[in-house]
């Protein structure tokens, strides 16, 4: 594919509603998360569910990053202050997460991949709105 071939692919792909960019690509950003959440609860202990998400959100954080840049919400600005910006909202994001996780895993389930699992859910609803409203509110595509 040309250069000129992929700029035009990514533009028709901009014009998608950000919404739907948003479900799919925090679909894959979310099953990576996953993903590295379930290896270290594997690899350290379900009875350290907290670091492990720690460690899942910290590793995350720049593939997150780059996706919602570049193929949700399609923005030119500056790299550094949006990754700044997007820290900010992963720290919400990580607390929301976290406290759902908690109280999951005490008064639901004690199965700490479910109880992932649907904390991972409720946190991208909370991360879209801070990334749409705050994180790449300007320099839109």
Known sequence: ???????????????IP?????LFIGGVNAAF???IFAIAVYLI???HYQICVALQW???SVFSFVNQKLFVFCTKGHWLREY??????WVVSYAVNAIILEIIVRYVTKNVYV???????????????LFKYYAFRHNKH
């Open 115 to 129: 109880g992932q699992f649907v904390s991972i859910l409720l946190a991208a609803v909370v991360t879209y709105v």
């Open 84 to 89: 700044i910006k997007c820290c900010t909202t």
């Open 58 to 60: 910290a590793i995350s």
């Open 1 to 15: 594919m040309s250069k000129e071939a992929v700029l035009n692919l990514y533009n028709k792909w901009c014009l």
């Open 18 to 22: 950000d919404k739907i960019r948003f």
């Open 33 to 35: 998360s996953y993903i």
């Open 45 to 47: 202990g379900q009875e």
